[in-house]
């Protein structure tokens, strides 16, 4: 179980870092359109969103004691 947890959190962690290089960059496109950088965008806010869940996840396994 240990060793899901610290996959699950480090999955979480690369998720968020893309996810928020998605965003704040956009479109790595020479000349990107609106239409382009708003579908970046959404799919950075989705990396982001998977990104938490799965880190929730992660934090919500409990190691076993014993």
Known sequence: MKLLKILLIAI???LVVTGIFMVFNGSLE??????QMEKV???GGA???AGC?????GLAIKSKRG
């Open 12 to 14: 979480a962690s690369l």
């Open 41 to 43: 965008r959404i799919v």
């Open 53 to 57: 869940l799965t880190g929730g996840l």
């Open 30 to 35: 020479s000349n990107p359109t609106a239409e």
């Open 47 to 49: 990396f982001l969103a």
